[in-house]
């Protein structure tokens, strides 16, 4: 009788790491953004008390050119209403353009050249999202205190 091996446990795939992320910067930009009566406005249009499938996260510039490093960047993580994120892709020369209000013209700059350089970079997905899931359960903790 051959001896079985013991199983040793399964890796989480990338794409469960990557969800359970991607849930992370939905609260922590929920608890960032909301306004003094618990709602959601579009970051782009004067759309207000955004609900459900219209309640977008939105970075922007199209997540598909991001790198890893910069799709889960909680300072382009904005809301959107649906037709500004899905149906005008990101309304990015507005969305850039309020970031420069809010966070001033360098450095909007300069998280639009990360954006447009982080495709290019090999940084590992799995490290790196692990890593980003304890970040932001502390920021999410201190957020919630």
Sequence with gaps: MKKKKPKLPKERKVRNI??????????????RDKNAQGEINCYTCNARNLQKSNKQ???????GALGVSMQYELKI???QCYFCNINLGGCGAVFWKH?????GKKEADQLYAECKASKGLTTKARPYLLAKIE???????????
């Design 18 to 31: 990557a969800k359970e992320v991607w849930q992370l910067c939905r609260e922590i930009c929920f608890l």
């Design 135 to 145: 970040e932001y359960k502390k920021k999410l903790a201190e957020l919630n205190n």
């Design 77 to 79: 993580l904005k809301f």
């Design 57 to 63: 996260l939105g970075h922007g510039y199209p997540k």
């Design 99 to 103: 970031l420069e209000n809010e966070y």
